[in-house]
C-alpha cells in the first residue's frame, strides 16, 4: 500500500490545483478521479465547453447580422455546421484535459483513476479496473457537483436534457425550453437562439439572474428581449412531458392560472447540488449537513481533523475560481502556514453577450444591512471603444460608503465584462476608494474606461462623457 502526505479525491480545478499546490510545498500527493479524464466537471462538461460554444456561435451570430455592416461581404449563404462546431469543442476540452495531465507529471503527482471512498480517516479504497487502497495523512474532499432536477421531472437525456447533454447536441432545437433564469441556462440558451432556436425561458423567482444586483438583472432582461428571448419570471414549473419529439412545460404564473410551454427540447438547467456518492464519508466520521454538502469550519477541516473539503462540495458560491482559491488555501494550511481569501471579493461572471459580472456587495444588500452607500454607473454606449465595435448595451455601477467612499460593490454587464471585473477586484483587495479610480488613468479606447467614469460618477457626480 503507497502512503502519500496528501491525497485528493476529485480532479476539478478546487482538486488539481490543490494537489499542484501541496506538491510545490513539498508535500507527496496523490490524486484520484472517477472518470477517464481529469478536469472535473468544468473542464469536461461545464465552463470550458460552455465557452468554446459560446465563441462559435457568437462567430456565427456576428457573420450573418453583423459583417456586412462592417464592410465584409461573404459570397453565398453563411451555414450553421453543428457538428464540426461540437467537435471543435470537444478539441478545447481534449487539449485543456491534456494539460492536467501534463500539470500531474511535470509535479511528480500520483493519478488515480476509479471512486475514492473513505475506509477509514486515513485509507481509500479506490475502485476501478484496478481497484487498490491507498493511506494518506490529509485527505482533500474535492468532489464537486452534478446538476440539479425538479423531483417531478423524468430526465431522459434525449429531449429533456441538462446542461451535460446540451453540450453535445446532434441538431439546433426548434425550440428550446430552458427551465431556469440562472448562469448556466442563459448561457446555453444564447448559444442556441444564435443558431436559429426559439428560446423561452422560465423562471420561477421574479427576474433572470436573481442571484445578482437587480439593475444587472433589469438590463440583462431588456437586451435578452431585444435579442428576442421569450422570458417567464414568477413562473413556478408543475410538470415536464414529453410525446414523441414534442416536450411540454406546464407552469403556473404569479396570478395563479397554468401556462403551457411547447418545444422540442427542454433544458433542466435548476442550479447543481453537492456530490459525495460514493464518497462513504461517514465511514472517516466526515459530517454532511441536509443539503448534501460536506460540513467544513473556516479552515475548511471537516469534522475528521485531517481531512478537509474545498468547492462544490461546501457551502458557497459554486464557482470554478473559488474551488481553486480553497485548493491553495487548504494546501497552505497543511502545510502549516496561515492563508487568507475573502469570500465577498470572489467575483461572479454570466458569459452571455454582453458578458454580466460582479464583485461585493449588491445595491439590495446594502439597503438590508442599513449600509449608507453612494453609486455611481456609466453607459456603455457612451464610450467610443463600444461604439467602434457595435457593442452598446449595458453599463457600469460602482457602489460606494457614503462616509468613506471605499468601494463596497461593482457591478457590470457589456462587452469583455468578465475580464474588467478583475480591476474592481484588484481595487477592494487594496480597499480603495471610488476616487482612487476616478483618478487613475485608463487607456484610450477601451472599454475599462467605463470604470473609470463610473467612479467618478460615484466620487462627487462628475463623469466626464455623459
Same mark, same amino acid.
Given at each position: ?21 501541496c ?8 490524486i484520484i478521479?472517477?472518470?477517464?479524464t481529469?478536469?472535473g466537471t468544468c ?13 462559435s ?5 456576428d ?17 450553421v455546421?453543428?457538428? =464540426? ?5 470537444? #478539441?478545447?476540452?481534449d ?17 488515480? =483513476? ?24 490529509n485527505?482533500i ?21 441538462t ?22 441556462g442563459?448561457e446555453?440558451?444564447?448559444?442556441y437562439k ?7 425561458i422560465?423562471?420561477y423567482?421574479?427576474?433572470?439572474i436573481?442571484? %445578482?444586483d437587480s439593475?444587472l438583472?433589469?438590463?440583462l ?8 428571448f ?10 415536464v412531458e414529453?410525446t ?6 406546464? #407552469? ?6 397554468t ?52 468547492g462544490?462540495v461546501?457551502?458557497? #458560491? ?6 481553486e482559491e480553497?485548493g ?6 497543511i502545510a ?6 475573502d469570500?465577498n471579493?470572489?467575483?461572479g ?10 464583485v ?6 446594502l439597503?438590508?444591512?442599513?449600509i449608507?452607500?453612494k453609486?455611481?454607473?456609466?453607459p %456603455? ?8 465595435s ?14 468613506t ?6 457591478h ?6 468578465a475580464? %474588467?471585473i478583475?480591476?474592481?477586484?484588484v ?6 476608494s ?12 477601451t472599454?475599462?474606461?467605463a ?14 462623457h455623459?
Amino acid at each position: 500500500m503507497k502512503s502519500y502526505d496528501v491525497a485528493v479525491i476529485g480532479s476539478g480545478p478546487g482538486g488539481y490545483v490543490a494537489a499542484i499546490r501541496c506538491a510545490q510545498l513539498g508535500m507527496s500527493t496523490a490524486i484520484i478521479e472517477k472518470y477517464s479524464t481529469l478536469g472535473g466537471t468544468c473542464l469536461n462538461v461545464g465552463c470550458i465547453p460552455s465557452k468554446a460554444l459560446l465563441d462559435s456561435s457568437h462567430h456565427y451570430e456576428d457573420a450573418v447580422k453583423h459583417f456586412e455592416t462592417h464592410g465584409i461581404d461573404i459570397p453565398g449563404e453563411v451555414k450553421v455546421n453543428l457538428k =464540426q462546431m461540437i467537435a471543435r469543442k470537444q #478539441a478545447v476540452v481534449d487539449q485543456t484535459t491534456g494539460g492536467i495531465d501534463f500539470l500531474m507529471k511535470k509535479n511528480k503527482i500520483d493519478v488515480y =483513476q476509479g471512486v475514492g471512498s473513505f475506509k477509514d480517516a486515513t485509507h481509500i479504497e479506490i475502485s476501478g479496473e484496478n481497484s487498490e487502497e491507498i493511506e494518506a495523512k490529509n485527505i482533500i474532499i474535492a468532489t464537486g457537483s452534478k446538476p440539479s432536477n425538479l423531483p417531478f421531472i423524468e430526465l431522459d437525456k434525449e429531449r429533456i436534457i441538462t446542461s451535460t447533454e446540451a453540450l453535445k447536441l446532434k441538431e439546433i432545437p426548434k425550440h428550446l425550453i430552458v427551465i431556469g433564469g440562472g448562469v448556466i441556462g442563459l448561457e446555453l440558451g444564447q448559444v442556441y437562439k444564435r443558431l436559429g432556436a426559439e428560446v423561452t425561458i422560465v423562471e420561477y423567482m421574479d427576474r433572470i439572474i436573481p442571484t %445578482m444586483d437587480s439593475g444587472l438583472s433589469k438590463e440583462l432582461n431588456k437586451v435578452f428581449k431585444k435579442q428576442k428571448f421569450r422570458i417567464n419570471a414568477s413562473h413556478q414549473v408543475k410538470s415536464v412531458e414529453r410525446t414523441g419529439d414534442e416536450v411540454i412545460v406546464t #407552469a403556473e404564473n404569479k396570478k395563479g392560472e397554468t401556462v403551457e410551454f411547447k418545444g422540442d427540447y427542454c433544458l433542466v438547467s435548476v442550479g447543481r447540488r453537492p456530490y459525495t456518492d460514493g464518497l462513504n464519508a461517514e465511514a472517516a466520521g466526515v459530517k454532511v449537513d441536509d443539503r448534501g454538502r460536506v460540513e467544513v469550519n473556516h479552515h475548511l477541516q471537516t469534522s475528521a481533523s485531517n481531512i478537509y473539503a474545498i468547492g462544490d462540495v461546501v457551502k458557497g #458560491a459554486m464557482l470554478a475560481h473559488k474551488a481553486e482559491e480553497e485548493g491553495v488555501f487548504v494546501a497552505e494550511t497543511i502545510a502549516g502556514q496561515k492563508p487568507h481569501i475573502d469570500y465577498n471579493l470572489i467575483p461572479g461572471v454570466v458569459y452571455t453577450w454582453p458578458e454580466v459580472a460582479a464583485v461585493g456587495k449588491t445595491e439590495e444588500e446594502l439597503k438590508e444591512a442599513g449600509i449608507n452607500y453612494k453609486s455611481g454607473q456609466f453607459p %456603455m454606449r457612451a464610450l467610443g471603444r463600444s461604439r467602434a465595435s457595435m457593442d452598446i448595451d449595458g453599463f457600469v455601477k460602482i457602489l460606494a460608503d457614503a462616509q468613506t467612499d471605499e468601494i463596497l460593490g461593482v457591478h457590470m454587464i457589456g462587452a469583455r465584462a468578465a475580464d %474588467m471585473i478583475a480591476e474592481a477586484v484588484v481595487a477592494m483587495e487594496y480597499r480603495a476608494s471610488a476616487e482612487d479610480i476616478s483618478r487613475m488613468s485608463h487607456a484610450h479606447p477601451t472599454f475599462t474606461e467605463a470604470i473609470k467614469e463610473a467612479a467618478l460618477a460615484a466620487t462627487d457626480n462628475r463623469p466626464l462623457h455623459i
